[in-house]
Nanobody, 124 residues
Framework: QVQLVESGGGLVQAGGSLRLSCTAS??????VGWFRRAPGKEREFVAA????????DYTDSVKGRFTISRDNAKNTVYLQMSSVKPEDTAVYYC???????????????????WGQGTQVTVSS
């Protein structure tokens, strides 16, 4: 059974940093994305990384502040969050899609498995 486990969330002050981790079971032939859902808002795409890690994509609001990376030896994908803002407050989810094309996947509906989420709260 495929499992995705997020960790690293918590409370951080605006301007600070936080690193989220997403550890997956099973094979490493998959793309991974991070999404978030803020209170009262719809889920939105944050960042994605291809199966090799060579290609990434970000939503405009986090470009230059967040970095997605992966360590396939550990089956783990990271989201390094820097210069965080109160508007980054949300539950963050990682998602996985088994695929052989080495491209990042932006659309949430294309993902096969989702983690349970980790809360990130940014105080002003």
């Amino acid at each position: 059974q495929v499992q995705l486990v997020e960790s690293g969330g918590g409370l951080v002050q605006a301007g600070g940093s936080l690193r989220l981790s997403c550890t997956a079971s099973g094979r490493t032939v998959y793309a991974v994305g991070w999404f978030r859902r803020a209170p009262g808002k719809e889920r939105e795409f944050v960042a994605a990384i291809s199966l090799s890690g060579r290609l990434t994509d970000y939503t405009d609001s986090v470009k230059g502040r967040f970095t997605i990376s992966r360590d396939n030896a550990k089956n783990t994908v990271y989201l390094q969050m820097s210069s965080v803002k109160p508007e980054d407050t949300a539950v963050y989810y990682c998602a996985r899609k088994v695929m052989f094309q080495d491209i990042p996947v932006v659309r949430g509906e294309r993902y096969d498995y989702w983690g349970q989420g980790t809360q990130v709260t940014v105080s002003s």
